[in-house]
């Protein structure tokens, strides 16, 4: 903690997390911990450290900002787990921590010789928690990436347009999205372990979590039994397979809602206004696109009217957003409680002042790369403050980590001698 939160006490200060994890959906996790004020010490590779250092570099011999973005407020030791001494420190790590983090490959730490059992047995009040791409069955001993959740996780083929190929999702759903998941599984396993006295293991497979982020399409897969799915564009023309086929834009609730053109739209790829045309609020949006006479038509006065028509209707929503921009759209139809959203671009987003305000978007000093944008934590809460601090330089807490572990400086050298650390 710096000086900057006066002291402030956090919701998991006193929390010691020995993290290992690498790439995103883990370090996710760990992240999201200690901005809540755990201590989460990663555990790295001598020499190369997590691979992320050195993918998609911006900046020669700098730690990218795939790196630097997923790991604020952390520690970072060199061990080699491999080596016996580093198997010794691992062991104390193990004595000292709460939590152990891992996203590993399947069997990658029993085969290091930590295996749940050794764990417990070395402290049997250790939360265990994994990040895997599958849980148990024919999938669980692959290694899994972010779209191969996607494609696993039924989100690729919900997405896209009908008669495009399934698509995956600039949202890391499987990556940050399982890493929240065992976050809120790891605090759970805290309080839990306030009454039990014990550790135990938590799991969150990215398959599952991505399934868990489109339940709505599990609804619809059963809905399909009793009747083609009146809310997607394939209605009433189209048709409809066994499976829940791609909605394009279309809302997947009950409002039907769409993306249109906006002013500007033949240059700017992000052009665009999501609308809803949310049924409370049908009369409002009439008059503001100067179609009055739909408000009594009965073609278009109720929502199971319009639905056959629900196309027609965004064109014709479409050809007044499209002499607005995006934000003029918004400052109309917002005063009109009209649900809609602008397509916001990244560039926006990294300059949208209130975001900067409430500490969503954050700028970081680093010592290599100087001044840079992150995502600083969604979460907000009213008595644990939230400060983003950069990320660590590889090993550059290894000495003093060890000596916290009572490791004496005889002990450190030899340790560096033998490639230990
Ligand atoms: N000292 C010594 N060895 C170490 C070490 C250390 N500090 N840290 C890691 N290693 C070893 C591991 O033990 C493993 O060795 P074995 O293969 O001999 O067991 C080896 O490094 C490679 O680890 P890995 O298998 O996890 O890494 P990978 O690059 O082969 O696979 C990934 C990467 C992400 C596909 C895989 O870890 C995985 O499927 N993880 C679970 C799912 C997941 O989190 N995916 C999301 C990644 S973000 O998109």
């Given at each position: 903690?710096?000086?900057?939160?006066n002291?402030?006490?956090?919701?998991?200060d006193?929390?010691r997390?020995?993290?290992?994890?690498?790439?995103?959906?883990?370090?996710?996790c760990?992240?999201?911990?200690?901005?809540?004020?755990?201590?989460?010490?990663?555990?790295?590779?001598?020499?190369?450290?997590?691979p992320?250092?050195?993918?998609?570099?911006d900046?020669?011999?700098?730690d990218?900002?795939?790196?630097?973005?997923?790991?604020?407020n952390?520690?970072?030791?060199?061990?080699?787990?491999?080596s016996?001494?580093?198997?010794?420190?691992?062991?104390?790590?193990?004595?000292?921590?709460?939590?152990l983090?891992?996203?590993f490959a399947?069997?990658?730490l029993d085969?290091?010789?930590f295996?749940?059992?050794r764990?417990?047995?070395?402290?049997?009040r250790?939360?265990?928690a994994?990040v895997?791409?599958?849980?148990?069955?024919?999938?669980?001993?692959l290694?899994?990436?972010?779209?191969?959740?996607?494609?696993?996780g039924?989100?690729a083929?919900t997405?896209?347009f009908?008669d495009?190929?399934?698509?995956?999702?600039?949202s890391q759903?499987?990556d940050?999205?399982?890493?929240?998941n065992?976050?809120?599984?790891?605090?759970?396993?805290?309080?839990?372990?306030e009454?039990?006295?014990?550790?135990?293991?938590?799991?969150?497979?990215?398959?599952?979590?991505v399934?868990?982020?489109?339940r709505?399409k599990?609804?619809?897969?059963q809905?399909?039994?009793?009747?083609?799915?009146k809310?997607?564009p394939q209605?009433p023309?189209?048709?409809?397979?066994e499976?829940?086929?791609?909605?394009?834009?279309a809302?997947?609730?009950g409002?039907p809602?769409?993306?249109?053109?906006?002013?500007?739209?033949e240059?700017?790829?992000?052009?665009?206004?999501?609308v809803?045309?949310?049924?409370?609020?049908?009369?409002?949006?009439?008059?503001?696109?100067?179609?009055?006479?739909?408000?009594?038509?009965p073609?278009?006065a109720?929502?199971?009217a319009?639905?056959p028509?629900?196309?027609?209707?965004?064109d014709?929503?479409?050809?007044?957003t499209?002499?607005?921009?995006?934000f003029d759209?918004?400052a109309?139809?917002n005063?009109l409680g009209?649900?809609?959203?602008?397509?916001l671009?990244?560039?926006?987003l990294?300059?949208?002042p209130?975001?900067?305000?409430t500490g969503?978007?954050?700028?970081v000093?680093h010592?290599?790369r100087?001044?840079?944008?992150?995502v600083?934590?969604?979460?907000?809460?009213s008595?644990s403050?939230?400060?983003?601090?950069?990320?660590?330089?590889l090993?550059?807490?290894?000495?003093?980590?060890l000596?916290?572990?009572?490791?004496?400086d005889?002990?450190i050298?030899?340790?560096?001698?033998?490639?230990?650390?």
């Amino acid at each position: 903690m710096s000086d900057a939160l006066n002291g402030a006490v956090r919701a998991l200060d006193g929390v010691r997390i020995l993290d290992f994890t690498h790439v995103q959906s883990g370090p996710t996790c760990t992240q999201l911990l200690a901005w809540f004020g755990a201590d989460v010490i990663k555990v790295e590779r001598p020499g190369v450290g997590d691979p992320t250092r050195g993918q998609l570099r911006d900046l020669p011999d700098v730690d990218s900002l795939y790196f630097t973005m997923l790991n604020h407020n952390k520690r970072s030791i060199t061990l080699n787990t491999k080596s016996e001494k580093g198997k010794a420190v691992l062991e104390r790590l193990v004595e000292h921590c709460d939590v152990l983090v891992e996203n590993f490959a399947p069997g990658a730490l029993d085969r290091m010789g930590f295996s749940w059992e050794r764990i417990q047995e070395i402290n049997p009040r250790m939360i265990y928690a994994s990040v895997k791409g599958f849980g148990p069955g024919p999938y669980e001993d692959l290694k899994v990436y972010e779209n191969v959740a996607q494609c696993t996780g039924g989100s690729a083929s919900t997405t896209g347009f009908d008669d495009g190929p399934p698509m995956v999702t600039g949202s890391q759903i499987g990556d940050t999205g399982t890493g929240l998941n065992l976050a809120l599984g790891i605090v759970t396993a805290l309080y839990q372990r306030e009454r039990s006295g014990r550790g135990q293991r938590v799991l969150a497979a990215m398959q599952d979590t991505v399934l868990n982020l489109c339940r709505v399409k599990l609804r619809d897969q059963q809905r399909l039994a009793h009747g083609p799915l009146k809310e997607y564009p394939q209605y009433p023309n189209g048709t409809f397979g066994e499976a829940v086929p791609r909605a394009g834009n279309a809302s997947g609730g009950g409002q039907p809602g769409w993306i249109v053109k906006c002013k500007g739209w033949e240059t700017d790829p992000n052009a665009y206004v999501y609308v809803i045309t949310q049924a409370a609020i049908w009369g409002k949006l009439c008059k503001a696109i100067g179609k009055d006479e739909w408000i009594e038509d009965p073609d278009f006065a109720t929502p199971e009217a319009r639905l056959p028509k629900i196309e027609h209707i965004f064109d014709t929503i479409e050809a007044w957003t499209k002499t607005r921009t995006k934000f003029d759209v918004m400052a109309a139809l917002n005063p009109l409680g009209i649900p809609c959203g602008p397509i916001l671009s990244m560039k926006e987003l990294a300059e949208e002042p209130s975001l900067r305000a409430t500490g969503t978007v954050v700028e970081v000093d680093h010592p290599t790369r100087g001044k840079y944008l992150t995502v600083g934590n969604p979460i907000k809460m009213s008595d644990s403050p939230t400060e983003v601090l950069r990320s660590p330089l590889l090993g550059e807490h290894t000495d003093e980590i060890l000596h916290e572990l009572g490791f004496g400086d005889n002990e450190i050298t030899a340790a560096r001698e033998d490639g230990a650390i």
